[in-house]
């Protein structure tokens, strides 16, 4: 448990999912297929991002901690993801889907969660546009990045689905530098 914790609080040496770069036009974004994966999620609602994100971050690692039916310890990976697809309106809740990356030696017979809101998720392939950032990550450096972002697919005339987007974090709070944040807005497919 101290590995995995320490991994979780200091983000050293952790196993990230596969993807290709694709071309990009600009050095303000990249654009991302990421291959075919699972991932340990929970669904939340709620108003706060980041409170979202700290309460399925800590349901999601007592199940990397073994509180699955196979008692099973999984490592701990980067990044964490959250799915948002935002609230209608101004009061409106937000729907969340916090997300671990489930390592390669479990891809094919990920645990079985034993609390019912942690479900395995099955990725197909996606390509994101993918926006990095700095920092310890506020809501408000979130939405800031995520304009940013959209402004630029704009400017370069690309097209995307505006929501669900996705705030991803690689790092654990006490990493003080050099942290990585990313907004990924999916790539909209021809029709």
Same mark, same amino acid.
């Given at each position: 448990? @101290?590995? &995995?914790?320490?991994?979780?609080?200091?983000?050293?040496?952790? $196993?990230?999912? =596969?993807?290709?770069?694709?071309?990009? =036009?600009?050095?303000?974004?990249?654009?991302?297929?990421?291959?075919?994966?699972?991932?340990?999620?929970?669904?939340?609602?709620?108003?706060?991002?980041? #409170?979202?994100?700290?309460?399925?971050?800590?349901?999601?690692?007592?199940?990397?901690?073994?509180?699955?039916?196979?008692?099973?310890?999984?490592?701990?990976? &980067?990044?964490?993801?959250?799915?948002?697809?935002?609230?209608?309106?101004? &009061?409106?809740?937000? $729907? !969340? +889907?916090?997300?671990?990356?489930? /390592?390669?030696?479990?891809?094919?017979?990920?645990? #079985?969660?034993?609390?019912? #809101?942690?479900?395995?998720?099955?990725?197909? #392939?996606?390509?994101?546009?993918?926006?990095?950032?700095?920092?310890?990550? +506020?809501? =408000?450096?979130?939405?800031?990045?995520?304009?940013?972002?959209? %402004?630029? @697919?704009?400017?370069?005339?690309? $097209?995307?689905?505006? $929501?669900? !987007?996705?705030?991803?974090?690689?790092?654990?709070? !006490? =990493?003080?530098?050099?942290?990585?944040?990313?907004?990924? @807005?999916?790539?909209? %497919? /021809?029709?």
């Amino acid at each position: 448990m @101290l590995k &995995a914790a320490g991994q979780a609080l200091f983000s050293t040496g952790l $196993q990230n999912p =596969k993807y290709t770069v694709g071309d990009t =036009k600009e050095q303000d974004y990249e654009t991302r297929t990421y291959h075919d994966t699972k991932w340990a999620s929970t669904a939340l609602t709620g108003m706060q991002w980041d #409170e979202a994100m700290k309460t399925g971050f800590r349901t999601l690692f007592k199940y990397i901690q073994g509180s699955n039916h196979n008692n099973v310890k999984v490592e701990m990976t &980067a990044p964490v993801t959250c799915r948002v697809v935002p609230g209608a309106g101004p &009061a409106g809740e937000s $729907q !969340f +889907t916090v997300s671990f990356y489930i /390592p390669v030696e479990h891809q094919d017979n990920p645990p #079985e969660p034993s609390n019912p #809101e942690v479900f395995v998720e099955h990725r197909k #392939e996606f390509t994101v546009y993918v926006r990095t950032y700095s920092g310890f990550s +506020t809501e =408000k450096m979130k939405r800031e990045e995520l304009l940013k972002l959209m %402004e630029s @697919l704009q400017r370069d005339g690309l $097209q995307y689905v505006d $929501q669900p !987007f996705y705030i991803v974090g690689y790092d654990g709070p !006490f =990493k003080l530098t050099n942290r990585r944040n990313e907004v990924w @807005l999916l790539k909209k %497919e /021809p029709e």
